[in-house]
């Protein structure tokens, strides 16, 4: 294996918006909250750098003027609710230190995803980024992962994709990248020793 793919959202950075919502609202309000926002078409348009958040925020403060308050504040702090899952963030440092090449290939939108590069001196150990905002393609498309090899001259067989979602590691490894799906409860470390990476 010669070069490591992470995504980011639940692999390096914890995604967990239940937890944020709870701090301010009620059950009900929190899964409305959820649907209105997170599970929206709105929302993955976002990570297709369709739309930014201030017209998302615009949009769905209007279509739904009862959470007018709440989604305006949910937009504004969302990305409080990202923060670095560090014991992957310290494989980062390992997998550099042996001397991998590392790659991002992420599902984000550009207002944040530049906040998340400017906030963690982690990104900076990237050798490469491909964001579906900036290509406006998302995964599992399998457009996003050429660009990715295309872009960084992998080799497909060389390399190792670590994602949350089994449906992008299955795109992967029909392309030919080799996968790890990092469900819950995964120990990535040991995951990596496994297959002689670490």
């Known amino acids: 294996m010669k070069n490591i793919i992470f995504d980011i959202g639940n692999v390096l950075l914890s995604f967990h918006p239940e937890e944020f919502l709870s701090q301010y609202y009620d059950k009900k309000v929190m899964g409305d909250l959820m649907t209105i926002i997170f599970c929206s078409d709105d929302w993955i348009q976002l990570d297709l750098g369709n739309i930014t958040i201030e017209e998302i925020a615009s949009k769905l403060a209007y279509e739904h003027p009862d959470y007018h308050d709440e989604i305006i504040f949910i937009l504004k702090n969302w990305t409080k609710m990202m923060l670095p899952i560090k014991e992957n963030v310290e494989i980062l440092y390992q997998l550099k230190d042996k001397g991998y090449p590392l790659y991002i290939l992420s599902n984000f939108h550009s207002e944040a995803i530049q906040e998340m590069f400017d906030k963690y001196d982690f990104f900076q150990l990237f050798d490469g980024k491909v964001i579906s905002a900036y290509e406006h393609t ?34 992967a490894q ?6 790890i799906h990092f469900k819950f409860g995964t120990n990535l470390k040991q995951e990596l020793k496994n297959i002689g990476v670490l």
């Open 138 to 171: 998302i995964k599992p498309s399998y457009k996003i992962y050429q660009i990715l090899l295309d872009r960084y001259h992998l080799i497909a067989d060389e390399s190792l994709f670590i994602d949350d979602s089994l449906a992008n590691i299955v795109i």
């Open 174 to 179: 029909d392309i030919g990248i080799h996968g």
